[in-house]
């Protein structure tokens, strides 16, 4: 074969993934409004992850509704031990790891990982320490701290990752 054509029969196999992240999903919001949000945005992606406290288990029931493979993680509301605490996994070439809480510096755990999603915290985080990229989408909801509502797409080629920031609209998310 020539070398052009094992380059590209290598790559070939390989298919790009995207992923719907989303977490946080508390406060005072309306379910159908989150539902809708979630069809329509991540329409395209192949799976969806939620990075802890739904709050309503509405959510979780709507997710699985996308007919989407989904993970989750417990988060502290609800804190329910029927979830995992942590998740990890390959895609494509990169290790992703998902927990609720914000892994502390230098844990063991985070240092095996290319990715690490985690929530807890309601803002928007991406940054690499110590070679590992942290990815916080904030909050749906904005449930107390975030003055912003997010979620967001991650799409993994390979070894390399695009996190895209989607801002939702704050009037129609809110109880009636």
Not at 22 to 45: A, K, P
Not at 100 to 119: F, Q, S, V
Request: charged share 25%.
């Amino acid at each position: 074969m020539q070398p052009r054509q094992v380059a590209w029969s290598s790559l070939s196999w390989e298919a790009v993934r995207r992923l719907g992240l989303i977490g946080d999903t508390q406060g005072r919001y309306r379910l159908e409004w989150l539902v809708e949000v979630m069809r329509e945005h991540f329409e395209d992606v192949d799976e969806v992850w939620h990075a802890g406290d739904w709050q309503d288990y509405g959510v979780l029931e709507a997710i699985e509704g996308l007919g989407k493979p989904f993970k989750v993680v417990n988060g502290n509301a609800p804190d329910d031990p029927r979830f995992p605490g942590k998740v990890e996994e390959a895609v494509e070439q990169l290790t992703l790891g998902m927990v609720h809480r914000p892994p502390r510096p230098g844990d063991a755990w985070t240092r095996g990982l290319d990715i690490c999603i985690h929530g807890h915290t309601h803002r928007w985080r991406d940054e690499t320490v110590g070679g590992t990229r942290f990815i916080s989408v904030s909050t749906p909801t904005a449930a107390g701290f975030s003055q912003e509502r997010t979620i967001g797409i991650l799409t993994i080629d390979g070894r390399d990752a695009e996190l895209r920031r989607i801002v939702l609209p704050k009037a129609s998310s809110t109880a009636v």
